[in-house]
């Protein structure tokens, strides 16, 4: 089996050699970019099955935020972003721009590895040419199908990362459920997860901007305010 390679990004040499030493020892391919354009230039020579950003650069003068931005934009590939800074506006301005993670430091190496493989297990799920069962059309204007993993509003087709697409999928296969938010977390971004809402919010909402007709005023993607979202 190919082993997943995996993009670095960050100028701290503590940071890059201990990540870089745990995810060796995994069977894993790293490599390292230190700044955007290294990342941009490593981004277009290969392709990666995962990116791990570091937001803290102690020695460069780099936007960290812009540099995820920049990788989303040419990789559906899954993004997760650390940082010291915990608060809900970064995390959420970095889901904005393509995170698929956040994790906050110091955490754990069980933990982060747990995370390395959970984005790993979707973004396999995502490229798998496995045929699925059924296809889902969900209403008039939405079609989802689940054999090549597409999504159709009005007969566009629809961008949607391998994380947004699992979420939708996974609303709308449980249609008319309220599902609670632990539940969407859990099978969607895996077992480690569960009170993360502030994910599900930042990617309801680019769901809704990407396949409802209005998303001030959603058809498909319903609020249960304090418990979850229902797929109507």
């Known amino acids: 089996m190919t082993p997943a390679k995996i993009l670095l990004i960050n100028d701290e040499p503590n940071i890059l050699r201990t990540l870089r030493r745990n995810l060796n020892s995994r069977g894993y391919e790293v490599s390292i ?42 990789s559906l590939a899954p993004i997760i972003v650390l940082s010291t800074v915990g608060s809900e506006k970064i995390k959420i301005a970095a889901l904005d721009l393509g995170a698929d993670d956040y994790l906050v430091m110091p955490f754990s190496m069980g933990e982060f590895l747990a995370r390395v493989r959970s984005a790993l297990r979707r973004w396999a799920t ?14 008039d ?3 989802i ?14 961008h949607l990362t ?6 939708l999928c996974y609303l709308a296969k449980n249609e008319g459920k309220v599902i ?3 539940e969407l977390l859990q099978s969607v971004w ?4 569960g009170d993360e ?30 418990v979850g979202y229902r797929f109507s």
């Open 33 to 74: 970019a230190f700044d955007g354009e290294e990342t941009q230039l490593l981004v277009s020579q290969s392709e990666f099955d995962l990116y791990i950003l570091n937001l803290d650069f102690s020695t460069v003068n780099v936007d960290g935020l812009a540099i995820c931005q920049q990788v989303r934009k040419v």
């Open 126 to 139: 995502y490229r798998t040419d496995k045929p699925r069962k059924v296809n889902l059309i969900v209403s």
């Open 141 to 143: 204007d939405l079609l």
């Open 145 to 158: 199908d689940s054999d090549s993993r597409q999504v159709t509003v009005n007969g566009n087709k629809i």
């Open 162 to 167: 391998p994380t947004e697409y699992d979420l």
């Open 180 to 182: 609670r938010h632990r």
């Open 190 to 193: 895996g077992t480690e997860y």
């Open 197 to 226: 809402r502030e994910y599900l919010r930042v990617f309801i909402s680019q769901l809704r901007r990407k396949i409802e007709q209005d998303s001030l005023h959603p058809r498909h993607i319903l609020t249960e305010p304090g």
